[in-house]
């Protein structure tokens, strides 16, 4: 069974500095991977997403990622962080398959202090 | 740009009493998801619909329904509510040509007392 995981439940970071927040999935043919952002009672946002080609994906908000297959991970970066960047991020994967579904990770709450 | 609208955004239910969310996708979007998200939890996919047909199904309990009308909104009915139902419903909404990339609305905070 795919799955998706986020080891850490918050990341603290000081402005300006650059920020990871660390997802590895678990999926069987090709992986299909997302970043999602969620401010308080919003829904989830799409911040950017690996279906094929370059290992590093940039999506919006100044955030990338970076797909490394050997490792099996897909994590979230930022050179530099901003205190409107603290939120809780959501890594998901879905599988090449006709199933259509996201796979969420926990979830890991960034904390930027100014 | 339009947005996904669900509604309502606030609502409280007795155990036992039925409920019915709305969902209305973006305009042209051929595909309707149902998640689940509890307190402090990741969203649990629930049932999905393409071009009005149930395309998949998730952990979505048999005391829920949803469907898919012919104007594309969604509704997802829930029967017998029980105190665990409530959690934040959130709908997304995908296009045929970018079927990987879902746009979510700012869910429903459905409250069962």
């Known amino acids: 069974a795919q799955s998706v995981a986020q080891p850490e439940d918050q990341v603290n970071v000081a402005e300006g500095n650059p920020l990871t927040v660390k997802c590895t999935y678990s999926?069987?043919?090709?992986?299909?991977l997302f970043w999602y952002v969620q401010y308080p009672n919003r829904g989830l946002q799409f911040l950017l997403k690996?279906?094929?080609?370059?290992?590093l994906v940039k999506g919006s908000y100044g955030f990338e990622a970076e797909f490394n297959k050997s490792q099996t991970s897909f994590h979230l970066k930022k050179p530099s962080a901003l205190v409107s960047d603290s939120a809780l991020y959501f890594c998901a994967a879905l599988m090449d398959t006709g199933r259509r579904a996201l796979t969420f990770g926990s979830g890991t709450r960034l904390q930027v202090q100014p | 740009a339009a947005g996904v609208i669900q509604s309502p955004r606030h609502l409280i239910k007795e155990k036992r009493e039925t409920a019915t969310l709305k969902c209305y996708p973006i305009p042209r979007h051929d595909t309707v998801y149902w998640y689940q998200q509890g307190p402090g939890q990741d969203p649990q996919f629930l049932i999905s619909?393409?071009?009005?047909?149930?395309?998949d199904k998730g952990s979505i309990p048999d005391r829920f329904s949803a469907q898919q009308f012919s104007d594309y909104h969604s509704e997802l009915n829930m029967s017998s509510l029980e105190l665990g139902d409530s959690a934040l419903y959130f709908c997304?909404?995908?296009?045929?040509?970018?079927?990987?990339?879902?746009?979510f609305g700012n869910g429903t905070r459905l409250t069962v007392t």
């Open positions: 999926v069987s043919g090709n992986p299909y």
């Open positions: 690996y279906i094929t080609g370059d290992n």
């Open positions: 997304a909404s995908s296009f045929g040509q970018e079927p990987f990339t879902l746009h």
């Open positions: 619909f393409y071009e009005k047909m149930q395309s």
